[in-house]
């Protein structure tokens, strides 16, 4: 009976170690497969500038030397259309950075400075009515630069997707510091939104492209607040508005805190 219930234990372990090998296989397969999906939307992205700057460059050698105004239209565009893999090729490499492997330099962060810092830089550069509504003394512990680049990637894309002012809110909430971003803009389709935080992924196309978005901004927010374990929540109606709020856990391992004074 020993050897018996011996072999069945045997059994057991092997269809164990089966199950996991198949589970790795399946997460390999899927890594493989988004990583594919990637370098097929980054050359798509890629070429569709370069072929704008590629017949601008052919139209300026053909007719810029003798018509200053056809000249100047290409090389604006061609101006354009570089910025723009420029910043494509930045928020690449971004993602592209091994997460495993990453510094993180954790110190106290004035949050409520720091808000006031990120939304000034954004007032000046777009000439934009933000509406602050910060508590006093809201101290994180936290990476300061990326959380600024946080706030900044989700605080320009309620400049780019509205025309009206926006409203930033920072307080205490139940246990967490809650920012809240919103803005009274296009807003999102309800089915859209679980879509959001994919690489590329842009709600119109066509609508977006004005604006010079690359459907990256929000994946890279994705893997910031990961990193800072901090949570995302977007709650949106179409033509009425969005709100990003950001959830920074005050006891989380007591790292947060906020002055009493
Ligand atoms: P993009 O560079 O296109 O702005 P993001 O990854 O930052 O890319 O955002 C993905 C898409 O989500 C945008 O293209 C836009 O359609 C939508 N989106 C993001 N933020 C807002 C917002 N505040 N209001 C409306 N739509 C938004």
């Known amino acids: 009976?020993?050897?018996?219930?011996?072999?069945?234990a045997g059994k057991d372990e092997l269809a164990e170690i089966g199950r996991t090998f198949n589970h790795m296989m399946e997460a390999l397969e899927t890594n493989y497969r988004k990583q594919q999906q990637f370098v097929s939307n980054a050359s798509h992205e890629l070429k569709t500038p370069l072929t704008?700057?590629?017949?601008?460059?052919?139209?300026?050698?053909?007719?810029?030397?003798?018509?200053?105004?056809?000249?100047?239209?290409?090389?604006?565009?061609?101006?354009?259309?570089?910025?723009?893999?420029?910043?494509?090729?930045?928020?690449?490499?971004?993602?592209?950075?091994?997460?495993?492997y990453v510094s993180i330099s954790i110190g106290k962060v004035n949050l409520s400075q720091l808000l006031k810092d990120v939304t000034l830089q954004l007032k000046q550069a777009y000439n934009r009515e933000f509406q602050l509504q910060i508590e006093?003394?809201?101290?994180?512990?936290?990476?300061?630069?990326?959380?600024?680049?946080?706030?900044?990637?989700?605080?320009d894309n309620a400049r780019k997707y509205s025309d009206?002012?926006?409203?930033?809110?920072?307080?205490?909430?139940?246990?967490?510091?809650?920012?809240?971003?919103q803005d009274f803009?296009?807003?999102?389709?309800?089915?859209q939104l679980p879509h959001l935080f994919d690489r590329f992924y842009r709600?119109?196309?066509?609508?977006n492209r004005k604006t010079g978005g690359t459907?990256?901004?929000?994946?890279?927010?994705?893997?910031?607040?990961?990193?800072?374990?901090?949570?995302?929540?977007?709650?949106?109606?179409?033509?009425?508005?969005?709100?990003?709020?950001?959830?920074?856990?005050?006891?989380?391992?007591?790292r947060n805190e906020v002055d009493s004074q």
Do not use: C, H, W
């Open 1 to 8: 009976y020993e050897k018996i219930d011996e072999s069945i």
């Open 52 to 100: 704008v700057i590629d017949s601008y460059a052919k139209l300026l050698l053909r007719r810029g030397f003798t018509n200053e105004k056809i000249a100047k239209e290409a090389l604006d565009a061609i101006v354009s259309e570089s910025n723009r893999m420029k910043d494509l090729i930045a928020q690449m490499l971004e993602l592209a950075k091994n997460k495993e």
């Open 136 to 155: 006093p003394s809201l101290f994180v512990n936290t990476d300061e630069q990326r959380l600024k680049q946080l706030l900044y990637i989700l605080l």
């Open 164 to 181: 009206d002012k926006i409203v930033l809110k920072a307080g205490v909430e139940n246990n967490n510091i809650s920012i809240a971003i």
């Open 185 to 191: 803009g296009v807003g999102i389709p309800e089915e």
């Open 203 to 207: 709600v119109k196309e066509d609508r």
């Open 215 to 254: 459907g990256l901004g929000l994946a890279i927010a994705k893997e910031l607040s990961d990193l800072l374990q901090i949570e995302i929540i977007v709650e949106s109606e179409i033509n009425v508005g969005t709100t990003f709020r950001l959830m920074i856990p005050l006891n989380y391992n007591e």
